[in-house]
Each structure stands twice: as C-alpha cells, then as structure tokens.
C-alpha cells in the first residue's frame, strides 16, 4: 500500500485476506500508519470501513503485524525496491497517481490504482503503455464497477425495466 490515508484505510478494509497479503505500507504521516494497522476508531462507522490491518489479518498486537509488514515512512521508493512487494496499491493525492503508477510499474511491480486513474486521459494512456510494456497488470481502483448490484441496474435500464 501506497498511501494509507482516508482512501487507503478503506481499501485496506476491503482487502479480502485470502487474496491478497500486505506486507508492506508507505505513508509519511505517523497517524496515518496507526490507523493502517488499528482502524479508525472516531466513531462506529468510520470502524467498520476502516478496520485496520489487524483486524482484517487478525493479529493481536502491533509487534505481530510488524512481523508481516514492513513500514516505510519515509520514502515510497523503499517500499518499490522490497522484493516481496510483487503488486501497490496507490491511493495518494490525483496529482501523484499517475507518477507512482509508472515508478511502481518500472520497478516491476503490478498496479492498482485508486480512482480516479490520472489527472488527465494523457496520463492514463502513459500508465497503460507503460503496463503493457513492462507485461504487467493496471488496475483502476473502480470498486462499485465489480458490483452485482451496479451491474444489475444497468441490466434492468437495458431490458427497459
């Protein structure tokens, strides 16, 4: 994970740990890293879309968690050498998706990036150049596109429903 803020902590909630191991974040805001690993506890909502690395792999103390997932606070670029890091998560500010996207992808790592994709339609066409050069997954974070129940209504506008 590529940025661990109020999108992040989200999608980090959504990670279905069968599929997918974090073992590495990147975030240089300490409350942010907290919160990746604990949740965000200001209110039962914000819990429950935020749960935290912990929560969502089960471990009981932070210094467990630190066994599986290493933190670069400092500098994302660390996190992009880490041989174990195969795929990023990117959820940064717009203005930085397309820029980690490629370093990410030039590292060698697939991407999936939160929407949305680029700040302009030139930037998502480098990314996706760049994927398909490089023989890797790009990825847009557009969650509710996998849905059943999007896909269903536009189903149901089809059939004149």
């Known amino acids: 994970m590529i940025g661990t803020g109020d999108e992040g902590s989200v999608l980090i909630g959504a990670l279905n740990p069968a599929y997918v ?3 590495a974040i990147a975030d240089i805001r300490p409350y942010n890293v907290h919160r990746a690993f604990h949740g965000d506890w200001t209110s039962p909502v914000a819990l429950e879309a935020r749960p935290g690395l912990m929560a969502k792999y089960g471990w009981k103390t932070r210094e467990e968690a630190d066994k599986h997932v290493t933190v670069y606070a400092q500098d994302y670029h660390d996190l992009l050498k880490d041989p174990k890091v195969e795929a990023v998560i990117t959820a940064l500010p717009l203005h930085l998706h397309a ?4 370093e990410a992808m030039r590292a060698g790592k697939h991407v999936l990036s939160e929407k ?13 150049r760049v994927a398909e050069e490089q023989g890797l997954y790009l990825a ?13 209504a536009v189903n149901l506008i089809r059939w004149g429903v």
């Not at 820029?99 to 490629?102: K, R």
């Not at 994709?117 to 990314?127: E, F, I, Y």
């Open 140 to 152: 847009g974070g557009h969650q509710r596109h996998y849905s059943i129940l999007y896909d269903n």
């Open 99 to 102: 820029q980690v996207a490629v």
């Open 21 to 23: 191991q974090v073992v």
């Open 116 to 128: 949305l994709m680029g700040h302009s339609v030139a930037q998502c066409k480098v990314m996706g």
